[in-house]
């Protein structure tokens, strides 16, 4: 109920709800007798983490992320591991009792970007493609990247020594096992949806259960769960308009919106409710000087990342000369800006932290864990009030334009429209002879063809007619499919509204019927 209160707040007041909900749980957390949540992090990475990764997956456009594989990948992985170097040396210098390989932990932890919060902010204000599918395919894959970093950091506290070629080989199969692992759940679950009689619901529950399989099974081989998820997503994604039925889709889209709200609120929440449990972890350290390293170590993330995105654009300018890249014309110096701070923590930082060990192999307390834990938690909360309530303002300063898609969407939207009733006239003048081509059926079909494409809702066909429409609709959807295929400059998200009229359509018909 707290959850749906601030919710409704944040609407009202335009500020990105899970800024509120750490607030809110963060202020509870205060409330005189309230119980101590403890929030255990392996409810984070097997409970929460998958289907928020795997919605994700669905959500985004595999044509935009493969078109900015270079930075995104880049950022992901390099930038992630530069964030952790600067964090690792910056906490060696500055926090006493800090080791190198406690630093690399650190600086595992806080350095992957958090997808919610970046979506929830960045929904307020309208942002260039580009830039929206940069942050939606780093933050998709930042979260594998830095799990890695802190396995090996923990390895290194715990046994106190690192052999850099074993982690080499490690590494490579995390990455290359995870992405495999998931692509074969993903292949298994398409075939399962495509080979047995399932109906919608059956669809849906298959869709909850898949995300769950491929993490735990990556983590079962000591792969990526995280790449597993996203790899599994994005192939299945692809799929979606072969294996799930119009009500499948409809539904499952419902179904999914609300979970994954739900998980997201709650965690959110839960983020603010933990602070006593992390305060009272910090039994030598002054709180004060606590806070003050938290603030430290905000500052590097925050200025790395800045950095980083300024150094790729130098970088990519540099290599267009030598090869082929998405991008040829000059970057300029507000875009990469809003990249860099576009760079809230999140849940996923947290539930790392708290993911460290209480001991080591030889039985002792593991180093600095309370510290860690509490300035992770500093950094959580400032890049969430400070970067995520300033983020839509400069964004709205920033002026972007919109340098892939320039056309407006009306115009794109009619286009498609056109299309679409040039390939309708086209299959009833196919189905229909000659001499009934001026029948009242055939009216009547392509009245409502035209009524659909003006999203009207209103359906008028007799059941004869029915088939005949809903094989039209079949047709329609493999024509979009074909643009969006053939057309790389029209923006795939007008095409998916179109699918989802289409299957809104459908679902009106079968209503009827």
Not at 312 to 334: C, E, H, L, S, W
């Amino acid at each position: 109920m707290v959850m749906i209160g601030i919710v409704m707040l944040a609407k009202k007041i335009r500020v990105a709800y899970p800024i509120l909900l750490v607030v809110a749980g963060l202020l509870i957390s205060f409330i005189p007798g309230m119980p101590t949540i403890e929030l255990r992090p392996e409810l984070i990475f097997i409970l929460v983490l998958p289907p928020i990764l795997y919605e994700a997956a669905w959500a985004c456009s595999f044509r935009e992320l493969f078109k900015w594989r270079r930075i995104i990948l880049s950022f992901a992985f390099f930038g992630v591991f530069i964030t952790a170097i600067s964090v690792a040396f910056t906490a060696y210098w500055f926090i006493p009792g800090f080791t190198l390989a406690l630093g690399f932990l650190l600086g595992g932890i806080v350095s992957p970007p958090d997808a919610v919060s970046t979506n929830a902010i960045t929904k307020f204000v309208k942002l260039p493609k580009r830039i929206s599918t940069i942050l939606e395919g780093e933050s998709l894959l930042n979260d594998a990247s830095s799990l890695i970093i802190i396995q090996f950091a923990i390895l290194a506290v715990v046994t106190g020594n690192f052999n850099a070629s074993k982690a080499s080989l490690q590494f490579a199969w995390m990455v290359i096992g995870g992405v495999a692992c998931g692509l074969l759940f993903g292949w298994i679950f398409v075939k399962a949806h495509k080979k047995l009689p399932t109906d919608a619901n059956m669809d849906v529950l298959l869709t909850l259960i898949a995300p769950y399989l491929m993490y735990i099974s990556a983590e079962e081989i000591h792969t990526s769960g995280v790449l597993s998820v996203v790899a599994g997503g994005l192939f299945v994604s692809q799929k979606r308009y072969d294996f799930l039925s119009s009500t499948s889709r409809v539904r499952g889209t419902n179904v999914w919106q609300s979970f994954v709200f739900l998980l997201n609120g709650i965690v959110f929440i839960l983020i603010g409710l933990d602070l006593p449990q992390i305060t009272a972890g910090l039994e030598g350290t002054n709180i004060t000087t606590a806070i003050g390293y938290g603030i430290l170590i905000t500052i590097v993330v925050i200025l790395v990342r800045l950095l980083s995105f300024y150094g790729a654009v130098g970088v990519t300018m540099i290599m267009r000369n030598f090869i082929t890249v998405a991008d040829r014309q000059n970057p300029g110096f507000k875009g990469p800006f809003i990249l860099g701070w576009a760079g809230m923590r999140g849940v996923v930082s947290l539930a790392a932290a708290l993911s460290i060990p209480f001991y080591l192999d030889n039985g002792e307390v593991f180093p600095q864990r309370n510290l860690i834990l509490f300035i992770t938690f500093i950094v959580i909360l400032l890049t969430l009030v400070i970067q995520g309530l300033t983020l839509p303002f400069l964004i709205k300063r920033a002026k972007l334009k919109e340098i892939d898609y320039p056309q407006p969407e009306d115009e794109v939207s009619a286009y498609l429209d056109k299309e679409l009733l040039k390939i309708s006239i086209d299959y009833l003048r196919s189905v229909f002879p000659e001499k009934e081509q001026k029948s009242k059926r055939f009216h009547e079909i392509l009245v409502n063809v035209q009524e659909q494409l003006s999203e009207n809702n209103e359906i008028k066909l007799d059941s004869k007619s029915t088939h005949i429409y809903c094989e039209l609709l079949t047709l329609q959807r493999k024509q979009l499919l074909q643009i969006n295929k053939t057309q790389p400059t029209i923006d795939e998200e007008i095409i998916h509204k179109k699918m989802m009229i289409i299957d809104y359509q459908e679902e009106r018909l079968k209503l009827r019927n």
